[in-house]
């Protein structure tokens, strides 16, 4: 299974993006999918992550109220929507899936998708 991210882009502050992240297989049942970010010289921080057969969401504070993570389970497609961006957003966002597991940390997610840079400019 390969995960395809798409959406990133150059925004001013308080402007949206959407994310997209789609399973390349229709068969594919994860645990959960989310979304993490990275700015160089930093490591990989969580965003936000969605429980696949339930759907409950948990998001990192920062992005909490602003960033909303949803799923479309037949197309096996996750879309993060991010409104009120601050430049403190701007990473190269990556989403992932989670075979066995659901949380916050990267290790529990065991297929990644190719990075996606979201700018947010001041």
């Known amino acids: 299974v390969q995960l395809q991210a798409s959406g990133g882009g150059l925004v001013q502050t308080g402007g949206s993006l959407r994310l997209s992240c789609a399973a390349s297989?229709?068969?594919?049942?994860?645990?959960?999918m989310g979304w993490f970010r990275q700015t160089p010289g930093k490591q990989r921080e969580f965003v936000a992550t969605?429980?696949?057969?339930?759907?409950?969401?948990y998001y990192a504070d920062s992005v909490l109220g602003r960033f909303a993570l949803s799923r479309d389970s037949a197309k096996k497609t996750v879309v993060l929507q991010m409104n009120s961006l601050k430049p403190e957003d701007t990473a190269v966002y990556f989403c992932?899936?989670?075979?066995?597991?659901?949380?916050?940390?990267?290790?529990?997610?065991?297929?990644w998708g190719q990075g996606t840079q979201v700018t947010v400019s001041s």
């Open positions: 969605i429980n696949w057969s339930g759907g409950k969401t």
């Open positions: 297989e229709r068969t594919f049942s994860p645990v959960a």
């Open positions: 992932a899936a989670g075979t066995t597991n659901w949380g916050t940390f990267p290790e529990v997610y065991d297929i």
